[in-house]
T-cell receptor, first 116, second 108 residues
Framework: DTGVSQDPRHKITKRGQNVTFRCDPI?????LYWYRQTLGQGPEFLTY????????KSRLLSDRFSAERPKGSFSTLEIQRTEQGDSAMYLC??????????????FGEGSRLTVL | GQQLNQSPQSMFIQEGEDVSMNCTSS?????WLWYKQDPGEGPVLLIA?????ELTSNGRLTAQFGITRKDSFLNISASIPSDVGIYFC????????FGTGTLLAVQP
């Protein structure tokens, strides 16, 4: 399978714990995006990378959230001191070209986080 | 976060009927895309539109990029049960902004 893959698919954790999600984009896609989706809503932008550089972060990305893409390939999204409001589906997506240049965004299956 | 206005919010139709949904924005976008999402899965790209006024088809799906670059519509002809899901529009500049979604239910 050469699509975007995310791990884990599901994570249940207790409030206050740290969690980390991993995303492996489609090979050769230099742009990688993280989105968050809550029930009944569309995906909301969190952050994106071009290669290893983090180019934009949403105001939704609080200080407890950190995303990295150290070698310009896979990315991790860490949430520290989780809160119940962090419960959501975290979606990763990648594109070959910039979206403004006709790039198309391809999504992984998501990582669902439940904070108890 | 910002989301686009998408309507209708939900549709309950009979198999074989045609479906139309649209998306509007107060901002101009360079690209409009339409995605379908099944429960517990990520969105899957259906159609991408790159030019104002562009009309594009993908099988039973047809989508148009509005002339003002602030809106788009998606039509599904002769709906079938597997069309069930949530449809999202998305406009892009350097990132995608998604609509609020249209839930489609198709009765066999």
């Amino acid at each position: 399978d050469t699509g975007v893959s995310q791990d884990p698919r599901h994570k249940i954790t207790k409030r206050g714990q740290n969690v980390t999600f991993r995303c492996d984009p489609i090979s050769e896609h230099n742009r990688l995006y993280w989105y968050r989706q809550t029930l009944g809503q569309g995906p909301e932008f969190l952050t994106y990378f071009q290669n290893e550089a983090q180019l934009e972060k949403s105001r939704l990305l609080s200080d407890r959230f950190s995303a990295e893409r150290p070698k310009g390939s896979f990315s991790t999204l860490e949430i520290q001191r989780t809160e119940q409001g962090d419960s959501a589906m975290y979606l990763c997506a990648s594109s070959l070209a910039g979206l403004g240049d006709g790039g198309e965004l391809f999504f992984g299956e998501g990582s669902r986080l439940t904070v108890l | 976060g910002q989301q686009l206005n998408q309507s209708p919010q939900s549709m309950f139709i009979q198999e074989g009927e045609d479906v139309s949904m649209n998306c509007t924005s107060s901002s101009i976008f360079n690209t409009w895309l339409w995605y379908k999402q099944d429960p517990g899965e990520g969105p899957v790209l259906l159609i991408a539109l790159y030019k104002a006024g562009e009309l594009t088809s993908n099988g039973r799906l047809t989508a148009q990029f509005g002339i003002t670059r602030k809106d788009s519509f998606l039509n599904i002809s002769a709906s079938i049960p597997s069309d069930v899901g949530i449809y999202f529009c998305a406009g892009s500049t350097n990132k995608l902004i998604f609509g609020t979604g249209t839930l489609l239910a198709v009765q066999p």
